[in-house]
């Protein structure tokens, strides 16, 4: 099988799917020194950020900023075309910065070309070819055919671990209780809003988000998402989070089927703001996300499962790669639009966080495999907390640096020197606190 699949390209590390964690793992590896080749099904970067059109990065604890690093790095690139607002009163203080979904897309190309990574688009991963434990190539989808691509080490970044399921790692899906994944959503854009009436505008959030839970109780208007109507108008890049459906991201047919009825509610809304919405009346459906938004799929097993106790007894840990702080955030896998967001009770209090293992990343059944973004090692509950995308910064640029370490000593993902990997993240502006790591070390 494999001498009969021709091969495309060769690299040191292969990172699978250009998402938030792709992109990072990806860079941080060139960085480091590797030959690295990215490989995106999608004709552009950026996963959930660029095509479900998911504008935004969350980097505190509400007290202090906890996430710098890459992410910091977007906003600070971002910054010089303007494509970039922070948006300090958000909700819950979380540092949260609305980023423009197309100035995004030429940071992301920036990045990865400028530390001569390999890149292409437009090619889908459809097999892999390993020897036991090794995994020796991933095979691409391209308009030759198949091809292959090798690798020393491998990381998994497609949301849906799909190099881990083709490797015959141990993977999860959804709630333990019935494998059902969280409630997906399509991202829409509006236009025409009467901007000289702000505040008229803003004072009806409130009464309108009322009448739109009234109307869905009385099935007069769809299932919709619970927040970011109203603030959205007011940004610079309005879009809103809004038809919710519940569906399996891992059957292209229901994935179709989820998207085009998500879709199809679309005019619902539109009309409904028109005529309730004072300073709406004009409004226009701009645009709507390329692809249906996916929250969660498939997540391959590590080394560590994350859990939800690990949230809220913020632990800490001894190969911590980062902190997070985003609670237990699970929108209804009925598709309702109802989320846990909504319930402050399972917030963590401001200026705490937990901690990131670096174990979730290092796939228990293959020893060249790493995992990141929303398809590392965590229970349902877990992921719910881990996925925003600032965290899945965190986790590529620990994958990439891990990847650099272990090729570097020629030692397996499982055994690298992780105070090594921490000193790498540290020194590549990463936040660590490293009382709680040695904390966690002595206990
Ligand atoms: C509607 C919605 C709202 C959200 N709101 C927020 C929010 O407000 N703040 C926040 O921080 N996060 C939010 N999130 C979560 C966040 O956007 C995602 O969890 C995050 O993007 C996950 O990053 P990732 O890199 O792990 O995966 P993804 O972003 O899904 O990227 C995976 C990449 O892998 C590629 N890929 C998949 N399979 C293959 C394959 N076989 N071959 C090649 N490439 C492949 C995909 O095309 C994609 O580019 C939201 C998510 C959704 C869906």
Not at 121 to 150: D, F, H, N, W
Not at 280 to 289: F, R, S, V
Not at 320 to 346: C, L, N, Y
Request: aromatic letters at 8%.
């Amino acid at each position: 099988m494999r001498q009969n699949i021709p091969v495309l390209l060769k690299a040191e590390v292969v990172v699978v799917g250009g998402g938030p964690a792709g992109i990072c793992a990806a860079i941080m590896a060139a960085r480091g020194g590797a030959k690295v080749a990215l490989i995106e099904r999608w004709p552009i970067l950026g996963g959930q950020s660029t095509m479900a059109r998911v504008c935004m990065w969350h980097t505190s604890d509400r007290k202090k900023e906890v996430i710098l690093g890459l992410t910091r790095e977007f906003v600070e690139r971002l910054k010089v075309y303007d494509g970039v607002q922070q948006l300090p009163d958000f909700p819950h203080r979380y540092e949260t910065y609305l980023f423009s979904n197309e100035w995004i897309n030429i940071v992301y190309d920036q990045m990865i070309r400028e530390c001569g990574i390999r890149v292409l688009c437009y090619t889908p991963c459809v097999g892999i070819l390993k020897s036991e434990r090794k995994l020796e190539a991933i095979v691409v989808g391209s308009k030759m055919g198949l091809r292959q691509v090798q690798g020393d080490i491998f990381v998994d970044a497609t949301g849906d671990g799909d190099v881990g399921f083709f490797s015959g790692c141990e993977t999860m899906v959804g709630r333990e209780s019935d494998g059902k994944v969280q409630g997906m959503t399509v991202v829409a854009g509006f236009s025409g809003l009467d901007r000289s009436r702000r505040k008229e505008i803003e004072e009806a959030h409130g009464p309108i988000f009322k009448l739109m839970d009234k109307f869905c109780q009385q099935g007069k208007l769809p299932s919709h998402g619970p927040h970011w109507f109203g603030g959205n108008f007011i940004w610079k890049w309005p879009g809103t989070l809004i038809a919710c459906i519940d569906g399996n991201p891992l059957s292209e047919e229901d994935l179709t089927r989820a998207t085009m009825e998500a879709r199809a509610k679309l005019p619902k809304f539109l009309s409904f703001f028109r005529e309730y919405w004072p300073g709406c009346e004009k409004l226009e459906l701009a645009w709507t996300a390329p692809s249906i938004g996916i929250r969660e799929s498939r997540r391959v097993r590590g080394l560590y499962t994350f859990t939800a106790e690990d949230i809220y007894k913020k632990r800490s840990f001894p190969d911590a790669i980062g902190h997070g702080f985003w609670m237990v955030d699970i929108h209804d896998p009925e598709g309702s639009g109802r989320t846990t967001w909504m319930d402050k009770s399972t917030y963590l209090e401001p200026g705490t966080t937990y901690q990131i293992p670096y174990r979730i990343l290092v796939a228990r059944d293959m020893d060249n495999l790493l995992i990141a973004g929303r398809c590392a090692s965590a229970t349902h509950e877990g992921m719910a907390g881990l996925r925003v995308q600032s965290h899945c910064h965190l986790m590529g640029q620990a994958a990439g640096a891990a990847a650099v370490l272990s090729l570097e000593q020629n030692i397996l993902l499982a055994n690298i020197d992780v105070t090594k990997l921490q000193r790498r993240l540290v020194d590549s502006g990463v936040f660590i606190d490293e009382k709680r790591v040695k904390n966690a070390r002595q206990s």
